[in-house]
């Protein structure tokens, strides 16, 4: 993924996604799947909506990719192609296949410091 030069300045003035700060921030409603600017939802009322990434741009078409990227912001798995936050990771590593997202921080990040090789 190459990131614009915009979204560096962005991933380098913030450290993480509290410090954006609330009048800058839109959110991710999980309730009623609808992107907002203030929290609690205005539309269902959902008092915890997620405090969405600036870099993400929301709207993959992408249906399987064979690799991930990491967002430089918040660190969340994003689609190598378009910077999509919306992705599922899923990883073979135990044997069967899963979504990656219900791993431990120390087994995410164990993922994500695997070397990938391809073989021409």
């Known amino acids: ?6 979204q560096r300045k962005l991933a380098a ?14 959110y991710k409603c ?5 992107i907002v600017d203030e929290s609690p939802c205005p539309n269902c009322g959902e008092a915890h909506p997620e405090i969405m990434c600036p870099l993400d741009h929301c ?7 064979a690799g991930i990227e990491y967002c430089p912001l918040c660190g969340a798995a994003v689609c190598p192609d378009c910077g999509s936050h919306d992705v599922v ?9 899963q979504d990656v997202s219900g791993w431990n921080a120390g087994k ?8 990938h090789y391809t073989i021409a």
Do not use: A, F
């Open 1 to 6: 993924m190459e990131w614009s030069e915009e």
């Open 13 to 26: 003035k913030y450290q993480k996604l509290t410090d954006i700060p609330p009048e800058e921030r839109r």
């Open 30 to 34: 999980h309730t009623c799947h609808l």
């Open 59 to 65: 709207h993959c078409s992408h249906e399987v990719l």
């Open 89 to 97: 990771q899923i990883s073979r590593v135990t044997g069967y296949l």
């Open 108 to 115: 995410q990040q164990e993922l994500k410091d695997r070397v």
